[in-house]
Nanobody, 117 residues
Framework: QVHLVESGGGLVQPGGSLRLSCAASGRINMMYTMGWYRQAPGQQRDVVATITHTDTTNYADSVKGRFTIFRGSAKTTVYLQMNSLKPNDTAVYYC???????????WGQGTQVTVAS
């Protein structure tokens, strides 16, 4: 069982910055991908950024150059630094961990990010 706890959401003005964090705990194998997804009202959940256990990263085109995903010294803690935020970044952001050995994906509870003036 893997448990994910997110934090760092909130209200920010356009052009502002926020940093989300996600701490994973539980039984985690050596090969995994952690990621951030987001879901706006009435929309599907879409990938924002992912990072593998070897620190390979991928980003959605809409956030490239503005968002950065990285792992902390505790390798199962992942951050999403969001800069130059836009109103259409408003969504609930979810952390995920996909275990490539157990073939399981775990999700956090989500954290709301609202970009508005």
């Amino acid at each position: 069982q893997v448990h994910l706890v997110e934090s760092g959401g909130g209200l920010v003005q356009p052009g502002g910055s926020l940093r989300l964090s996600c701490a994973a705990s539980g039984r985690i194998n050596m090969m995994y991908t952690m990621g951030w997804y987001r879901q706006a009202p009435g929309q599907q959940r879409d990938v924002v950024a992912t990072i593998t256990h070897t620190d390979t990263t991928n980003y959605a085109d809409s956030v490239k150059g503005r968002f950065t995903i990285f792992r902390g010294s505790a390798k199962t803690t992942v951050y999403l630094q969001m800069n130059s935020l836009k109103p259409n970044d408003t969504a609930v952001y979810y952390c995920s961990l996909r275990d490539h050995i157990a073939f399981q994906t775990s999700w956090g509870q989500g954290t709301q990010v609202t970009v508005a003036s």
